[in-house]
């Protein structure tokens, strides 16, 4: 899966706003619309599964962010290890939502293998032991808040590679 950095890159840098409910112990947990938020993505970082990935084609060992959280004009490096169960082939697409509170900011759809050589990868992708490393420059500019982004990837037929989803909160200064 070559945009498996860029889509952990957008998960964990991107501007978007989630919902919170109480749970039956008064807590606040975070609920994305839809969906139930799945397991914590292993490792260091912000990100949780949408929903239970033991059906995803992209097997995801661990996602490690450097600083963790992000940190405005800093670069965020990213390093994540993981296996494909399969091939990732042409017409692979990824649907990103970026969200700052309730607001949408971005809601796209990107083709998987136009993006690959940001990643260093070439399509296809070939099924086996992947070993990822990216450095992303986060804006300094990001407006204080709270931000939440979805990167929901599947093949051409549709079979789930992986959804990812983060919430990250920038603070004044």
Same mark, same amino acid.
């Given at each position: 899966?070559?945009?498996?950095?860029?889509?952990? *890159?957008?998960?964990?840098?991107?501007? *978007?706003?989630?919902?919170?409910?109480?749970n /039956? +112990? /008064?807590?606040?947990?975070?609920?994305?619309?839809?969906? +139930?938020?799945?397991?914590?993505?292993?490792?260091?970082?912000?990100?949780?599964?949408?929903?239970?990935?033991?059906?995803?084609?992209a097997?995801?060992?661990?996602? +490690?962010?450097?600083?963790?959280?992000?940190?405005?004009?800093?670069?965020?490096?990213i390093?994540?290890?993981?296996?494909?169960?399969?091939?990732? *082939?042409?017409?692979?697409?990824?649907?990103?939502?970026?969200?700052?509170?309730?607001?949408?900011?971005?809601?796209?759809?990107?083709?998987?293998?136009?993006?690959?050589?940001?990643?260093?990868?070439?399509?296809?992708?070939?099924?086996?032991?992947?070993?990822?490393?990216?450095?992303v420059?986060?804006p300094?500019?990001?407006?204080? /808040?709270?931000?939440?982004?979805?990167?929901?990837?599947?093949?051409?037929?549709?079979?789930?590679?992986?959804?990812?989803?983060?919430?990250?909160?920038?603070?004044? /200064?």
């Amino acid at each position: 899966m070559k945009l498996l950095p860029i889509l952990l *890159a957008t998960v964990a840098t991107a501007n *978007a706003g989630s919902f919170f409910q109480q749970n /039956g +112990n /008064g807590l606040v947990e975070f609920v994305y619309p839809g969906r +139930n938020v799945g397991p914590e993505v292993p490792g260091e970082n912000p990100m949780h599964f949408c929903a239970d990935p033991s059906g995803d084609l992209a097997v995801i060992e661990s996602v +490690n962010l450097l600083p963790n959280p992000p940190v405005p004009g800093a670069t965020l490096k990213i390093d994540a290890t993981g296996l494909l169960k399969e091939t990732i *082939a042409e017409g692979a697409m990824v649907d990103i939502t970026v969200k700052y509170g309730l607001i949408t900011l971005i809601r796209e759809t990107l083709d998987l293998c136009e993006n690959s050589g940001q990643v260093d990868l070439k399509c296809p992708v070939e099924a086996g032991k992947l070993i990822l490393t990216k450095s992303v420059d986060i804006p300094k500019q990001i407006p204080p /808040g709270q931000y939440t982004v979805t990167a929901n990837a599947y093949t051409a037929d549709g079979v789930p590679i992986t959804c990812l989803t983060a919430t990250v909160k920038f603070n004044i /200064g």
